[in-house]
């Protein structure tokens, strides 16, 4: 099936520690996005990318990293920088950025701090 | 971006139709209007979007009005499956605001038996 597929479902870490979630889709999407969601709020957007090796910082990039070296894979690094980490994560794609151009969702990592 | 208000939760018997209202007064001409729905725990699902004209698919069916200040997200024969919190967005076309995907609080759709 084409999809979106995430790993992890739920991610502990220990202080200090830096953690990397996995994203991939088979959907032959250019574009991949980072999403961070916190109990009963909408979603931020962390990290997008519009074609490989290439990606932009959204609106809470801070303590968190990227790669974009296969069109397939979007992984994101939770490091020790980010104070707050504890959050459900998203990954999404869509065929291009264009507005006109809907983006779909895994289900989701949930990272939680020991 | 415009921002969209919708009630904070709805009821609706199953088998019956569902319509979630949706207000966005601030919308410009080239912004398109979305609906997502979250279950708990797992990703938001991409349900339908539009610009000026109605809208359906195989889930749902959009009405947007002709002033485009407000839409309505119709799912036809509502199943307690349904049952989830279902967001309405508008998003430009091209630019930054493009990228992200702006969440509110949504309206919690609850399907009676």
């Known amino acids: 099936d084409g999809g979106i597929t995430q790993s992890p479902k739920y991610l502990f870490r220990k202080e200090g520690q830096n953690v990397t979630l996995s994203c991939e889709q088979n959907?032959?999407?250019?574009?991949m996005y980072w999403y961070r969601q916190d109990p009963g709020q909408g979603l931020r957007l962390i990290y997008y990318s519009q074609i490989v090796n290439d990606f932009q910082k959204g609106d809470i990039a801070e303590g968190y990293s990227v790669s974009r070296e296969k069109k397939e894979s979007f992984p994101l690094t939770v490091t020790s920088a980010q104070k707050n980490p504890t959050a459900f994560y998203l990954c999404?794609?869509?065929?291009?950025?264009?507005?006109?151009?809907?983006?779909?969702f895994g289900d989701g990592t949930r990272l939680s701090i020991l | 971006d415009a921002k969209t208000t919708q009630p904070t939760s709805m009821d609706c018997a199953e088998g019956r139709a569902a319509n979630l209202p949706c207000n966005h007064s601030t919308i410009s001409g080239n912004e398109y209007v979305y609906w997502y729905r979250q279950i708990h725990s797992q990703g938001p699902q991409y349900i339908i979007h539009?610009?000026?004209n109605n809208e359906t698919n195989e889930m749902a069916s959009l009405i947007i009005t002709e002033d485009r200040k407000s839409s309505t997200l119709i799912l036809p024969h509502a199943t307690l499956r349904d049952t989830a919190v279902y967001y309405c967005?508008?998003?430009?076309?091209?630019?930054?605001?493009?990228?992200?995907?702006?969440f509110g609080k949504g309206t919690h759709l609850i399907i009676q038996p």
């Open positions: 999404a794609s869509s065929i291009s950025r264009d507005g006109n151009q809907p983006q779909h």
């Open positions: 967005i508008v998003r430009p076309y091209s630019g930054g605001g493009a990228d992200g995907l702006t």
């Open positions: 959907l032959n999407h250019d574009a």
């Open positions: 539009g610009l000026k």
